[in-house]
């Protein structure tokens, strides 16, 4: 499968909910998002930037994980693609252990607090981390995209093919604080780079 996608900081998440919610998007999922990225210990992977990442959806009553993998970066049309591939699982802490037993260390943990809405053909996710700005995430084909970010209340230029690492600099920068992507480092475990976010 291929994933398109653009992220871009929202200023006032309660007005793109609700613009959201106006345009008539669908609530697909609201809850914590737990990424958990593993590669060797020699970082085989991201040297090929490949990412082999388990993801983990969790409510008060429900868990459902993913394994994802991804294949190399590629920029299109001002659009940010990677091929991907996903597996839904059972059981996320019995498949870490065995991903673990095969020789993957966990090299970035991600946590986080969403809502994901489709809207427009696109499906985008609101994405509130332990310590960082609020970014929307819009992932479709180009002209779904463009649709939804028109929905959003939100300047087209606040989008761009950026990755994680580029939006903590960018707020590392404007607040003179360190941002936290997941529960560990908001206690202040900085075990991981943020370079591998």
């Not at 994980?65 to 597996?87: C, F, I, M, N, S």
Request: glycine content about 6%.
């Amino acid at each position: 499968m291929r994933e398109v996608e653009l992220k871009g900081i929202l200023p006032d998440p309660e007005a793109t909910v609700a613009a959201l919610e106006q345009a008539g998007a669908t609530l697909l999922y609201r809850g914590r998002l737990e990424d958990r990225r593993f590669d060797t210990p020699e970082r085989s992977l991201a040297l090929r930037d490949l990412v082999l990442r388990l993801r983990t959806y969790r409510t008060a009553d429900r868990v459902e994980a993913h394994l994802d993998w991804k294949g190399p970066t590629q920029y299109v049309d001002g659009y940010k693609v990677r091929d991907e591939e996903t597996t839904t699982l059972g059981d996320p802490a019995a498949l870490a252990i065995m991903l673990e037993q095969l020789g993957f260390v966990v090299t970035r943990e991600i946590d986080r607090e969403i809502a994901q809405y489709r809207v427009a053909g696109a499906v985008v996710r609101i994405e509130r981390y332990p310590r960082l700005d609020v970014l929307a995430e819009v992932e479709g084909e180009p002209a779904a995209i463009e649709a939804a970010i028109r929905l959003l209340g939100v300047p087209r230029a606040a989008f761009t093919t950026g990755r994680l690492p580029d939006f903590v600099r960018a707020f590392e920068a404007r607040n003179g604080q360190r941002a936290a992507l997941c529960d560990r480092e908001l206690a202040g475990d900085y075990r991981y780079s943020a370079s591998d976010a």
